[in-house]
């Protein structure tokens, strides 16, 4: 069964460091997101991709925030500067013709240091 | 906002018996969705439910929907050791792309 891949699945930052954490979704969807759930809070949503733009984010997804498809396979999300606080796991998920139906990655835990 | 908020917090039960989690939200929605989370784990999607829907099934889960109380409720029948894991509900608004989650429910089921 077709499933959304993470890598890495730990990385280690140091604080004020550039981070690139990659996704690569399920090969025939259309709908990509980024969450993040920090250790023993709820799953927050940053973003949504479709047709290669930005279709919403929340306030979480600041300037130091941006997201990429660099080619047909790949869905990465780069924190420049990365604080203590970004400190959380990172799910990406896709979806396949409508947002409704979202599969998500295994995660990619960061701890910024 | 919208957010489901899921009770109980933990549920702690015996293999074979019933497991039934609930779930609140504030807002009108277009369906609301469960999600199992095994420990340090990635989300998985179980089941998800139409805001015209009053009831479905998938295997030993039934899910809910009341949108006159706003509520869920997610029903694991006859659990086993391996249902072990936290379950979220997660909704979305009219228009939105943003799936917000609960706190989820977390759920032990003892051999």
């Known amino acids: 069964e077709p499933e959304v891949t993470q890598t890495p699945s730990h990385q280690v930052t140091q604080m004020g460091q550039e981070v690139i954490l990659r996704c690569v979704p399920i090969?025939?969807?259309?709908?990509f997101y980024w969450y993040r759930q920090i250790l023993g809070q709820k799953v927050e949503f940053l973003v949504s991709f479709y047709n290669n733009e930005i279709s919403e984010k929340s306030e979480i997804f600041d300037d130091q925030f941006s997201v990429e498809r660099p080619d047909g396979s790949n869905f990465t999300l780069k924190i420049r500067s990365t604080k203590l606080e970004d400190s959380a796991m990172y799910f990406c998920?896709?979806?396949?013709?409508?947002?409704?139906?979202?599969?998500f990655g295994p995660g990619t835990r960061l701890t910024v240091t | 906002s919208q957010q489901g908020e899921e009770d109980p917090q933990a549920l702690s039960i015996q293999e074979g018996e019933n497991a039934t989690m609930n779930c609140s939200y504030k807002t009108s929605i277009n369906n609301l969705q469960w999600y199992r989370q095994n420990s340090g784990r990635g989300l998985v999607h179980l089941i998800l439910?139409?805001?015209?829907?009053r009831e479905k099934h998938s295997g030993r889960l039934r899910v809910t929907l009341d949108t006159s109380k706003k509520s869920s409720s997610l029903l694991i029948t006859a659990s086993r050791a391996a249902d072990t894991a936290s379950y979220f509900c997660?909704?979305?608004?009219?228009?939105?792309?943003?799936?917000?989650f609960g706190k989820g429910t977390k759920l032990s089921v003892i051999p």
């Open positions: 998920a896709s979806s396949e013709n409508s947002p409704y139906e979202q599969y």
């Open positions: 090969s025939n969807h259309l709908y």
């Open positions: 439910i139409r805001s015209n829907e």
């Open positions: 997660a909704t979305f608004g009219a228009g939105s792309y943003q799936l917000t």
